[in-house]
């Protein structure tokens, strides 16, 4: 059974912790140090729930708004965790034109997610993007860089199949 984002709770261990207070305390006092703090953060976590926002606000003074403003301001930072197996579903134009959406559709179907998010058993998480350079493979779909192309939604379940 797949639930939404909302539902995967944080579990960030005690030297996740140690580790990006470690960092914090190296680069707190220096001019700018916000940006390379919030991708160490990532590093350590895989990505920046709330929890993560909060701790980088305690230890630096800086706002949680102002951090939070960055994480969804720009593309590197995620917001959600990442499945094991991360899904990248083209939906550029050659890809959308040759049925991308559809095999989009059944995957959401399939895993009971959105873009964005991951399945709380952490294995599989799904994102939408744009050209991956591969459009006479159209339609494509990446599972941890793995390319499947000519799809259709027949093959999907087959696919993830092989890594379960």
Known sequence: ?????????????????????????????????????????????GYLPIEVQTMISDETGIPLEKIYGVATFYAQFALQPKGKYQISVCLGTA???????????????????????????????????RCVGACGLAPVMMINGEVYGRLTPDQVAGILAKYE
């Open 95 to 129: 890809c959308y034109v040759k049925g991308s959406g559809a095999v989009y559709d059944k995957i959401q179907q399939l895993l009971g997610i959105s873009d964005g998010e991951c399945t709380p058993d952490g294995k599989f998480s799904l994102d939408s993007c």
């Open 1 to 45: 059974m797949a639930c939404k984002k909302a539902t995967v709770p944080f579990n960030g261990t005690p030297e996740q912790e140690a580790a990006l207070k470690a960092v914090i305390a190296e680069l707190k006092d220096t001019k700018g140090a916000l940006m390379p703090i919030m991708q160490k953060a990532q590093e350590i976590y």
